[in-house]
């Protein structure tokens, strides 16, 4: 059964202090797993897609980095406005899974 | 540069009412989704189009009928609407294949009493 685990649930930075999010998935051939921002009453946006093991992309305080059975959103010195719910999805057909999301909260 | 625009953004029914949300990107994208979003549930596909004249069920399909009414709009329907029914709807659309991301509306509230 495919799936998306994320961790953790929640998570509270001061301004400044680096850390780093999970998403550990099961999936039968992977085509693809996304990373997203969803802000309050918002929907997702896209930030990252990866695809081969190894894989990193980075834009501007974030990189998302990818292996076999997990990948990881690294924040380097998060500001306030890098708070947010960020989501995980891997895309296994045609169809997209979605974690539950870690919300994060950055304090000044 | 509108994207993907979801109407109306918010919704109050009674039970047993229907209704039928609409959905329209112009990004000439081939697929469109349909999914809820629930809290501590995460983003759950109710039902998908790949391509244009093609719908397929998602996880959570019962209780909707979706109709994929050209390129551009993607339509989602609930025919006698029920409280399990309250939650987030999101429309989202993408390039067909692998690896393509998914562009998504700001939603549609629906509350069902």
């Known amino acids: 059964e495919d799936q998306v685990t994320q961790s953790p649930e929640a998570l509270r930075l001061q301004e400044g202090e680096s850390s780093s999010l999970n998403c550990s998935y099961t999936v039968s051939g992977l085509r693809g797993l996304f990373w997203y921002r969803q802000d309050p009453g918002k929907g997702p946006e896209f930030l990252f897609t990866?695809?081969?093991a190894g894989e990193e992309k980075e834009k501007e305080r974030l990189k998302a980095t990818l292996t076999k059975k997990e990948s990881f959103l690294h924040i380097t010195a998060p500001k306030p406005e890098d708070s947010a719910t960020y989501l995980c999805?891997?895309?296994?057909?045609?169809?997209?899974?979605f974690g539950t999301g870690t919300s994060l909260t950055v304090i000044p | 540069n509108a994207g993907v625009t979801q109407t109306p953004k918010f919704q109050v029914l009674k039970t047993g009412q229907s209704m039928t949300l609409q959905c329209a990107q112009d990004?000439?994208?081939?697929?469109m989704y349909w999914y809820r979003q629930d809290p501590g549930m995460g983003l759950r596909l109710i039902y998908y189009?790949?391509?244009?004249?093609?719908?397929d069920k998602g996880e959570v399909p019962n209780g909707y009928n979706v109709s994929r009414l050209n390129k551009r709009e993607f339509s989602l329907r609930l025919e006698s609407a029920a409280p399990s029914q309250t939650s987030v709807y999101f429309c989202a659309s993408s390039t067909q294949g692998a690896n393509q991301p998914q562009h998504f509306g700001d939603g549609t509230r629906l509350s069902i009493l």
């Open positions: 990004m000439n994208h081939n697929s």
């Open positions: 990866l695809y081969s």
């Open positions: 999805a891997v895309q296994p057909g045609n169809q997209f899974y």
């Open positions: 189009s790949a391509s244009e004249g093609t719908t």
